[in-house]
């Protein structure tokens, strides 16, 4: 787990990251872009921004370019803004998690229908055998004779 200090460092990158596609970059090519995550390797020197695009892959590979194009001044702002003494190396990452969520939704949907299917052709039908299909422990009858 990281240091109490590398996530806050995690969390302000994230914002003003944010706070710089929001207001500062007037890149034509940036699409609605969503910083989701920032992880920051535990000596300061890397983070990763991971980032989600509403649209289309078109918008998302625009985006991807402006954010790249965009990373010398974002970095900048982020080393003025932490105020610390070496400024993390930014890396762009796409993030894929909603497109996966959205995925599984889409599987768990058609599953819940072929349950329902399933559950509507078996209806009013029984099982092969008998109802109660365990063997039960012989019960002893007491004879006539005591």
Same mark, same amino acid.
């Not at 039908?125 to 002893?140: F, L, N, Q, S, V």
């Given at each position: 787990? %990281?240091?109490?200090?590398?996530?806050?460092?995690?969390?302000?990158? $994230?914002?003003?990251?944010?706070?710089?596609?929001?207001?500062?970059?007037?890149?034509?090519?940036?699409?609605? &872009?969503? &910083? +989701?995550?920032?992880? &920051? /390797?535990?000596?300061?020197? !890397?983070?990763?921004?991971?980032? +989600?695009?509403?649209?289309?892959?078109? *918008?998302? &590979? %625009? /985006?991807?370019?402006?954010?790249? /194009? %965009?990373?010398?001044?974002?970095?900048?702002?982020?080393?003025?803004?932490? @105020? +610390?003494? !070496?400024?993390? +190396?930014?890396?762009?990452? !796409?993030? %894929?998690?909603?497109?996966?969520?959205? !995925?599984?939704? *889409?599987?768990?949907?058609?599953?819940?229908? /072929?349950?329902?299917?399933?559950?509507? @052709?078996?209806?009013?039908?029984?099982?092969?055998?008998?109802?109660?299909?365990? $063997?039960?422990?012989?019960?002893?009858?007491?004879? *006539?004779?005591?």
């Amino acid at each position: 787990m %990281a240091s109490p200090r590398v996530r806050r460092i995690a969390d302000r990158i $994230k914002v003003v990251v944010a706070e710089m596609l929001e207001r500062r970059i007037k890149d034509p090519r940036l699409g609605f &872009v969503t &910083v +989701t995550d920032v992880r &920051v /390797s535990g000596d300061t020197q !890397h983070a990763s921004v991971f980032y +989600t695009v509403f649209g289309e892959e078109a *918008e998302v &590979v %625009a /985006s991807a370019a402006a954010l790249e /194009s %965009a990373k010398g001044l974002i970095r900048s702002e982020v080393g003025k803004q932490l @105020g +610390t003494r !070496h400024v993390p +190396t930014l890396e762009f990452i !796409h993030d %894929a998690l909603p497109e996966n969520a959205r !995925h599984l939704e *889409e599987l768990l949907a058609q599953v819940r229908e /072929s349950d329902a299917a399933v559950s509507a @052709g078996s209806a009013g039908k029984t099982y092969a055998g008998e109802a109660d299909p365990y $063997k039960k422990p012989r019960e002893i009858e007491p004879d *006539e004779d005591e």
